[in-house]
T-cell receptor
Framework: NAGVTQTPKFRVLKTGQSMTLLCAQD?????MYWYRQDPGMGLRLIHY???????AKGEVPDGYNVSRLKKQNFLLGLESAAPSQTSVYFC??????????FGNGTRLTVT | DAKTTQPTSMDCAEGRAANLPCNHS???????VYWYRQIHSQGPQYIIH???NNETNEMASLIITEDRKSSTLILPHATLRDTAVYYC??????????FGQGTELSVKP
């Protein structure tokens, strides 16, 4: 039981490049979330999903897209990376009203 | 989602109880109070949650006032490893978790 796994752990992009962050969970959780955390700040919700095939916007969705084609995976895409998207990205999953389980984060730098 | 207010920082002596307050005056009847902590840049760690009644687990106790407008997280015997940022969050059942700025707790020898 690996819990929540995020790949990659680190990535450096140039402005304008695209990439996809993968989140996988093996706990059969319905709900999945993507957060970003900037230095010295709390976590901010980007997008979330309440089930396979459904997604919804969070607090800071601009510049990101998500997909939940399989229940166990939640993908976060950056179509054209900008320096403002330099951050640590955390994925989380949960059942209906259970605590969220977080991954260890992806550290992204956009130059 | 109801918002929460926490002190920016607190200090606690090692071995003493750490009492972390949180105000959530606009909480609704179906919103739970959750506490998480984050050590360095690791993913947030779940501590405890509750709706109306006080709760206790192996990590901490959660005291919720009768009117549910505030709560206190209690770490009974703080250690240096409890130094972290602590987040108080209210959440509708099955809903999203919105983090605030949290309280930076420093446990000192």
């Amino acid at each position: 039981n690996a819990g929540v796994t995020q790949t990659p752990k680190f990535r450096v992009l140039k402005t304008g490049q695209s990439m996809t962050l993968l989140c996988a969970q093996d706990m059969n959780h319905e709900y999945m979330y993507w957060y970003r955390q900037d230095p010295g700040m709390g976590l901010r919700l980007i997008h979330y999903s309440v089930g396979e095939g459904t997604t919804a916007k969070g607090e800071v969705p601009d510049g990101y897209n998500v997909s939940r084609l399989k229940k166990q995976n939640f993908l976060l895409g950056l179509e054209s990376a900008a320096p403002s998207q330099t951050s640590v990205y955390f994925c989380a999953s949960s059942r209906d009203n259970s605590p969220l389980h977080f991954g260890n984060g992806t550290r992204l730098t956009v130059t | 989602d109801a918002k929460t207010t926490q002190p920016t920082s607190m200090d606690c002596a090692e071995g003493r109880a750490a009492n972390l307050p949180c105000n959530h005056s606009t909480i609704s009847g179906n919103e739970y109070v959750y506490w998480y902590r984050q050590i360095h840049s690791q993913g947030p760690q779940y501590i405890i949650h509750g709706l109306k009644n006080n709760e206790t687990n192996e990590m901490a106790s959660l005291i919720i006032t009768e009117d549910r407008k505030s709560s206190t997280l209690i770490l009974p015997h703080a250690t240096l490893r409890d130094t972290a940022v602590y987040y108080c969050i209210v959440r509708v059942a099955g809903g999203k978790l919105i983090f605030g700025q949290g309280t930076e707790l420093s446990v000192k020898p």
